[in-house]
């Protein structure tokens, strides 16, 4: 089985404490899907991105409960998050260097390799919809 390694991403303040995510994946992992809009950032816009299509899932970014025992303040554990790209036509054309996730199916979710925290360790697979730890 191949495994790949994602690259920390920062914690969006406020996410957890809201229903904000799009998918609660159970064992405290939830998922919020990436989007590319770039005409939703006038003036920012690069002329080679003006007349691409907005696609509403290019990736997704999975917080979880730190597993290498990292707390809070008042005792609990702290947040951590990784991210991961899907294999599709934007994240190839303006994302080379990205190495992409296979959805194998969009509902329930489900992709392929597993996902490795490089922050925390924690590790696992999204299949059905739900986490399954390794």
């Known amino acids: 089985m191949r495994t790949w390694t994602v690259d ?4 969006v303040g406020g996410l957890m404490g809201s229903d904000k995510y799009d998918l609660d994946l159970g064992h405290e992992h939830y998922l919020q899907f990436t989007h590319w809009r770039p005409k939703e950032a006038p003036g920012t816009i690069l002329p080679e991105y003006a007349n691409e299509p907005d ?3 290019i990736g ?3 917080y979880h409960k730190c597993k290498d025992g990292k707390t809070m303040p008042d005792g609990s554990r702290e947040w ?3 991210g991961i790209w899907f294999d599709c036509p934007i994240v190839l054309k303006f994302f080379p260097g ?6 194998e199916q969009w509902e329930p979710l489900t992709v392929s390799p597993s ?3 490089l922050s925390c360790g924690d590790h696992g697979h999204i299949k059905s919809g739900k986490w399954e730890p390794c």
């Open 8 to 11: 920390p991403l920062p914690l």
């Open 80 to 82: 951590c998050s990784s």
């Open 98 to 103: 990205k190495t992409p996730w296979k959805v």
């Open 55 to 57: 696609q509403d899932k």
């Open 60 to 62: 997704a970014i999975i």
């Open 115 to 117: 996902i490795l925290c």
